[in-house]
C-alpha cells in the first residue's frame, strides 16, 4: 500500500463513451500526477499539479481533461477517446514538484 | 536535460547480487539520482536516490562515482521477487518537473 489510491482498476470503453478515473492520496503530499504507460513504453508524463495548480500540460489531446479539486484528489476525464489511447494510467504523488513520487497501482484502461 | 541510459534487460539468477549502471553525463549540480522499481501493471516504487558517493537501505545499495557522470543500483542477493523493470532518473527534488523523464528502464530477469 503506498498511500495513493485508483479507481477504477480496470476499464473498458467505448469510443464515444465519457468516463473519470479517480486517484487520492493519503500521504500529505502538494503534488500529484498523472501518466500514460502503453505497452512496452517508457511512461509519459501527462499532467502535473501542484497545490491544486496545473503547472505542466505534455500537449496532451483534449479528449484528455483533468482536474485536481483538491490537494488530495486528482481526477482524469476521458471522452471520445481513440483505440491508441488504451493504456496503463498512472497517478502519483509527491511532498512537492520532483520529489520522491510514490505510484498508485493503476488504471487499465482498454478502448473499443 | 540530463538524459539516461541503462542496459535494456539483465539476467541473474537467485542468490547473486545485481549491478545495474545508469550513465548521464549531463547531470547537473543539483540533480540527484533515484531509482524505481516497477512490476508488471503496477505503478513504480521509489528504491533509493543519492546525491554523491554511496547510500544503502534495506532493499538495496546506490554507488555514485566523484565525477557523478554515472551511478550503480547494487541488489545484494537477488531472489525471484526482484524480477521487475528498474528506472533512473536524474534531477532536482525541489523542482523541475521537466526533469521527470522515465527512460525504457532496464529489464531484470531472475531465475532459479
Known amino acids: 500500500e503506498t498511500g495513493v489510491t485508483q479507481t477504477p482498476r480496470h476499464l473498458v470503453m467505448g469510443m464515444t463513451n465519457k468516463k473519470s478515473l479517480k486517484c487520492e492520496q493519503h500521504l500529505g503530499h502538494n503534488a500529484m500526477y498523472w501518466y500514460k504507460q502503453s505497452a512496452k513504453k517508457p511512461l509519459e508524463l501527462m499532467f502535473v499539479?501542484?497545490?491544486?495548480?496545473?503547472?505542466e500540460n505534455n500537449s496532451v489531446p483534449s479528449r484528455f481533461s483533468p482536474e485536481c479539486p483538491n490537494s488530495s484528489h486528482l481526477f482524469l476525464h476521458l471522452h471520445t477517446l481513440q483505440p491508441e489511447d488504451s493504456a496503463l494510467y498512472l497517478c502519483?504523488?509527491?511532498?512537492?514538484?520532483?520529489?520522491?513520487?510514490?505510484f498508485g497501482a493503476g488504471t487499465r484502461l482498454s478502448v473499443l | 536535460l540530463a538524459k539516461t541510459t541503462q542496459p535494456i534487460s539483465m539476467d541473474s539468477y537467485e542468490g547473486q547480487e545485481v549491478n545495474i549502471t545508469c550513465s548521464h553525463n549531463?547531470?547537473?549540480?543539483?540533480?540527484?539520482i533515484t531509482w524505481y522499481q516497477q512490476f508488471p501493471s503496477q505503478g513504480p516504487r521509489f528504491i533509493i536516490q543519492g546525491y554523491k558517493t554511496k547510500v544503502t537501505n534495506e532493499v538495496a545499495s546506490l554507488f555514485i562515482p566523484a565525477d557523478r557522470k554515472s551511478s550503480t543500483l547494487s541488489l545484494p542477493r537477488v531472489s525471484l521477487s526482484d524480477t521487475a523493470v528498474y528506472y533512473c532518473?536524474?534531477?532536482?527534488?525541489?523542482?523541475?518537473?521537466?526533469?521527470?523523464?522515465f527512460g525504457a528502464g532496464t529489464r531484470l530477469a531472475v531465475h532459479p
Open positions: 532518473l536524474v534531477g532536482a527534488p525541489w523542482g523541475g518537473y521537466n526533469k521527470l523523464i
Open positions: 502519483a504523488s509527491s511532498p512537492r514538484v520532483a520529489n520522491i513520487q510514490y
Open positions: 499539479y501542484s497545490l491544486e495548480e496545473r503547472v
Open positions: 549531463n547531470i547537473a549540480t543539483n540533480d540527484y
